[in-house]
């Protein structure tokens, strides 16, 4: 009999389900609400809440809103969205992240010293024009500098302090080998100073990651294709296995991939809803059972 198991470790992190948890608090009330941008990197959660009656939309659309109640996903947001709903008589129902707020504030502080900003570079390790980031930089009034990889930290000007900030969800292992680059790089007259602003509730999910996805057979890594914590988890399980496979939906299986196997395991994003594995799950065993009567 082929093993089927769901990843314990895999599903929405703590703020996600916060923020889910009170628009569906919200939407029970039967009140109109607007959520600014998707609640969640996955296209069934959003068509999920889309039917109990949550309206996505865009930074363009919150603009030109009057007197609604809007939703602010755990990514955060930058203060000119608090500005705008104050001008227009908007109510936030603010669901950020306090992993993301609490670096918001940070930021921030380091940005209002201003005496010493000119000889300073705020330096935000983490995907450019990801809703967290677009936050943070919101934080400096767009003056922070955005890295994603070595070859553009190469760019920063050594003469000058540096204060290292990360987003969130990035690799543990990336930024550290961003800050040695630094340590190695900067002028003796320049100063500084790296903050480790990485969740460990999403840190964690690489090395529980690699040993599920070295535990299987096959692997089906549960994921929306716009989730970036998707991508470097994702890229985590290909590592340790290669029969690994990304999916957002139990469609795009290919029933061809379980013949032959003995165990399958199916995990997914810090955007990845549990009932969502689930019915992959069940969608996997029902397969499995057809492919055993044709053989019997």
């Known amino acids: 009999m082929i093993k089927v198991e769901i990843d314990e470790e895999s599903g929405f992190c703590f703020g996600v389900v916060t923020a889910i948890k009170k628009a569906e608090e919200e939407l029970t009330s039967g009140e109109t609400l607007y959520c600014l941008g998707d609640i969640v990197h996955n296209s069934k959660?959003?068509?999920r809440l889309?039917?109990?009656?949550?309206i996505t939309i865009n930074h363009e659309e919150f603009r030109r809103l009057r007197n609604a109640k809007v939703l602010l996903r755990a990514h955060g947001e930058p203060p000119e969205t608090y500005t705008i709903a104050k001008e227009n008589n908007i109510e936030i129902i603010d669901a950020t992240c306090p992993v993301v707020l609490r670096l918001q504030k940070r930021i921030k502080q380091e940005y209002k010293q201003k005496?010493?900003?000119?000889?300073?570079?705020?330096?935000i390790y983490g995907k450019n024009g990801h809703a967290e980031?677009?936050?943070?930089?919101?934080?400096?009034?767009?003056k922070a500098i955005v890295v994603e990889k070595l070859d553009e930290v190469k760019k920063l000007d050594f003469n000058r302090d540096i204060r290292l900030y990360s987003q969130t969800t990035k690799s543990l292992e990336g930024f550290q080998e961003i800050v040695a680059y630094i340590k190695e790089h900067i002028s003796p007259e320049a100063t500084f100073e790296f903050y480790d602003t990485i969740c460990r509730q999403v840190a964690?999910?690489?090395?529980?990651?690699?040993k599920f996805a070295a535990a299987h057979d096959l692997i089906f890594f549960v994921?929306?294709?716009k989730s970036s914590n998707g991508k470097v988890l994702f890229g985590e399980c290909l590592?340790?296995?290669p029969n690994s496979y990304l999916i957002d939906s139990r469609e795009e299986i290919d029933n061809k991939l379980l013949n032959g196997i003995s165990s399958i395991g199916i995990c997914g994003a810090t955007s990845t809803p549990k009932w969502l594995m689930e019915e992959i799950s069940r969608y996997i065993k029902k397969q499995i059972a057809i492919s055993d009567?044709?053989?019997?």
């Open 239 to 241: 590592k340790v296995n």
């Open 133 to 142: 980031v677009l936050g943070l930089v919101g934080q400096t009034d767009g």
């Open 50 to 54: 889309k039917e109990m009656g949550l």
């Open 204 to 210: 964690n999910r690489m090395p529980n990651i690699r």
């Open 115 to 123: 005496d010493d900003i000119q000889k300073k570079q705020i330096v």
């Open 223 to 225: 994921s929306g294709k």
């Open 45 to 47: 959660e959003v068509e």
């Open 293 to 296: 009567e044709e053989i019997h």
